[in-house]
């Protein structure tokens, strides 16, 4: 009888939350690229005698973001003490919360191959990040190197910590959740999640069923840092356990790492259980109790989610896929498209517009949205033109370009550009055809001679034509006056 493996995947996900100061001090969060322990104080360092104070905006995001999964919010929750010792943790202990955590159950619905399915949130946490060692060799691994050194700035950094029901089946339903997710802190601005940098880090909790009843331990990887590396990682995880169950041996409990190069995991440490880290509430930071008109005034400002824009965008506007996942991925770039829309720009006008132009300029300057110096009332206008057909859309670009450039209006833009708004006069248009007509004149015989019938030339006359008139003029007409210009009917 032929078995078959089922895998059995959770996630937990650490969003770096987008605070100006870390979770318990006023020390700065900005940590990349600093003078190794230059943001550190004596609270982040846990020294004696010192009292940790809750970073209220952190509560405030971590709150958002379990509102917006449909959890339930806690009145009341607490801070507990995690304890382990590791060279990165300079008090030998985390503060982080344990059994009244802030957010808990809630859910997320996730699109893979046309299906939607719903991944059970367990629960939304705090807790601070430890520090960071550096080792020294030359690819900064652990393994070769001769001593590490300790880095602490990122020692109390407000973490938000959601952790997922072990509902997912395959790597890419764990990619797409975890995409999800970051479009939600990013949505609710509660974070950059940026996987890169480690503002969101995924540690994979996965074991494989088989149709015998044998079941594997669970196993967890860790130091998962972009969405392909999570997918990959499990989807070496499954073929490893799956070839041990074949084999009839066990897998082990344990924590595993992901080498992105060798695109293996490799066994770490054995898997601790919760009773390993003699959790206790921690003595220096009281209960947080929270009046229900708090909640229920941060519940009135989330924003349209992602899956509520999704469908708007689809259904309202018919917007393809590709064009909903860029604006999905960019609250401010989906608020810009909105604008445009109010404007009187259709949708189909505007996305193509900000998936081409302004997507364009800000790959070159970069700033995102928040630098765009075009206002979307100003593009509107622009392309309100192209729609009545008084600009082309060459014309429309070098006019957006001086707009961007020099942050100038739309009407001064084409007085800067030499490109008025409006078609030209007929009696206008005709003399500058009359003049390509003659100094094409060897086009034209050909034209008339029959020479021309794939309609090649004729557009070749357009497109001078359209060029001398700086795409002051309608296309169509152009060529319509051109062909009866060449029948003699003019």
Known sequence: MTRSYTPVIGLEIHVQLATATKLFCACPTGYI???????????CLGLPGTLPVPNARAVEFTLRTALALGCSVQRGTRFHRKNYFYPDLPKAYQISQYDLPLGLGGSLDVRTDGAVHRIRITRVHMEEDAGKLVHACGDGRLSGA?????????????????????????????????????????????????????????????????????????????????????????DFEIVRQ???LEKGETVFQETRHWDDVSGHTRSSR??????????????????????????????????????????????TFGLSGDDVGVFLEDRCLAEYFDALVSAGVTPSRAANWIRTEVLRVLNEVGGGMAAFPVAAVELASLLAAVERRELSVTAAREVFDAMRKENLSFEKASRRCGIASGNLGENALKDLLQSVLEENADVVTEIRSGGDVKGKKI???????????????????VLQFLEDMLRGEQ
């Open 33 to 43: 690229g600093v003078v190794p322990n230059s943001n550190v104080c004596p609270v």
């Open 146 to 234: 001769d001593h590490s050194l300790a880095d602490y700035n990122r020692a109390g950094i407000p973490l938000m910590e959601i952790v997922s029901e072990p509902d997912i089946r395959t790597p890419r339903e764990a990619r797409e959740y975890v995409a999800e997710l970051r479009r939600l802190v990013r949505c609710l601005d509660v974070s950059d999640g940026d996987m890169e940098s480690g503002s969101l880090r995924v540690d994979a909790n996965i074991s494989v069923k088989c149709s015998d009843g044998r079941w594997g331990s669970k196993v967890e990887i860790k130091n998962m840092n972009s969405l392909r590396a999570l997918e990959r990682a499990l």
């Open 242 to 244: 799956t070839a041990v």
């Open 270 to 315: 054995s898997k601790e259980e919760a009773h390993d880290y003699r959790y206790f509430p921690d003595p220096d930071l009281p209960p947080l109790f929270f009046e229900e008109s708090w909640v229920t005034s941060i519940a009135a400002t989330l924003p349209e989610l992602p899956w509520m824009r999704r469908e708007r965008y689809a259904s």
């Open 459 to 477: 557009r070749f006359l357009q497109g001078l034509v359209m060029r001398k008139a700086r795409g002051q003029a309608n296309p169509e007409s």
